[in-house]
């Protein structure tokens, strides 16, 4: 699926049912999309703020808090990356009520996987048309929507989480962020949480955007976190 910019698509499946994610997230993969899944409403409200994500896909059935209610507080954080609620045949009201909370679409369970695909396409193309700038601290700049980053004129080449995880700095510059808020901001999957993968991630980021430079802009604040310097040393 091209969506007319470089970088792949990124999708959040908020699904708690493990079969229908799974299902979900193959068939976007096979699509060449990049597809995370968050099981709750809480992780997706933790995750989906990231403007990573370029479409949501929201089933209204979850554990905790429900889709509208999900919906609802993206909204109320500014959240506006498009949003296609799931939703069961027999909820009443859905669509409206779907739409009340600020979602874009939705489509009816159960549906065709090709509708899904549609739908998705065309929430895309709209929601490209609304995107953030891209981010400059020091000479690091940062492109949201293409997912591209440089160190002065050289375009720096990271991956999906390491870019996920510079663009949590990149909001926040001068700030020392915590391991906690790193995995809370920048982390798409609750699997790969371990005691160092935060270290594991900020050591990658040096390796590519400040080794190469001989530079420092990732700085260790001792028994706090780290901290992207404004300018670098
Ligand atoms: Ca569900």
Redesign the pocket.
């Known amino acids: 699926m091209s969506t007319g910019h470089a970088g792949a698509v990124h999708v959040l499946v908020v699904?708690?049912?493990p079969k229908?994610a799974a299902l979900l997230c193959r068939g976007l993969q096979e699509e060449g999309l990049v597809a995370d899944v968050a099981p709750t409403g809480e992780q997706a409200l933790a995750h989906a703020a990231h403007p990573a994500y370029d479409v949501i896909v929201l089933?209204?059935?979850?554990p905790d808090l429900d889709g509208l209610e999900v919906c609802r507080r993206l909204r109320s954080r500014s959240v506006r990356t498009p949003v296609l609620m799931l939703t069961a045949r027999q909820t009443v009201h859905a669509r409206v009520a779907g739409l009340d909370a600020g979602a874009d679409d939705y489509l009816l369970k159960p549906f065709s996987f090709e509708e899904l695909l549609a739908r998705l396409r065309a929430l895309i193309r709209r929601g490209s048309i609304e995107r953030p700038t891209v981010l400059q601290v020091g000479d690091l700049r940062l492109d949201p929507a293409k997912h591209r980053v440089w160190r002065g004129e050289a375009e720096v080449s990271l991956t999906a989480k390491e870019f996920m995880m510079l663009h949590t700095f990149m909001l926040r510059p001068g700030q020392v962020l915590t391991r906690e808020l790193l995995l809370d901001h920048a982390w798409d999957l609750a699997y790969e949480r371990g005691s160092n993968v935060v270290d594991v991630y900020v050591r990658s980021l040096r390796e590519k955007l400040d080794r190469p430079f001989g530079v420092t802009s990732l700085e260790t604040v001792r028994g706090v976190g780290y901290r992207l310097l404004s300018e670098p040393k």
């Open positions: 699904e708690d049912e229908m089933d209204v059935m979850l």
